[in-house]
């Protein structure tokens, strides 16, 4: 029998429920401390990621900074909108994926990439039985 997502408890002791909470958690702090990282560069130097054609409209620096206020905006987003954010996450992670497509090397990296967006889409779906 087919459990009705919408009709369940906000339990802790729901593993559906603890599966939601680890993903909004975990979607709301990475951005956040992703964006925040473009500003310091503590983590990496994330101008290496960036596809030249991105660097030939754009200067890096000043890319890197905008993508800071958007990763943090959408990680903002994910703890009071996880129905939206998440989306706005997914759709943020396609765009990196697709740019580190275009960077030999990295294709390791959109790899993982893939992977955080199967997850931003997971928690989507588990906002639309738990997000108000």
């Known amino acids: 029998m ?17 599966a939601y909470q680890i993903l909004h958690i975990g979607f709301t702090v990475a951005p956040i401390l992703f964006g925040l990282d473009k500003f310091l560069n503590l ?4 101008s290496q990621y960036l596809a030249p054609f991105v660097a030939n409209i ?6 890197m900074l905008i993508v800071g ?7 903002l987003l994910v703890f009071f909108r996880p129905r939206i954010g ?10 990196i994926i697709l740019n580190l497509l275009l960077l030999p090397g990295f ?5 993982r990439d893939f992977g955080l967006f199967l997850g ?4 989507a779906r588990l906002s639309e039985a738990f997000a108000g």
């Open 43 to 46: 983590m990496v130097d994330w």
């Open 69 to 75: 206020i958007v990763e943090i905006i959408a990680g």
């Open 86 to 95: 998440a989306y706005v996450v997914a759709a943020w992670l396609l765009a």
């Open 2 to 18: 087919a459990t009705n997502l919408s009709a369940r408890d906000k339990s802790f002791n729901d593993p559906v429920y603890q």
């Open 120 to 123: 931003a889409l997971a928690l």
């Open 58 to 63: 754009i200067p890096p620096a000043t890319f």
């Open 107 to 111: 294709f390791d990296v959109a790899l």
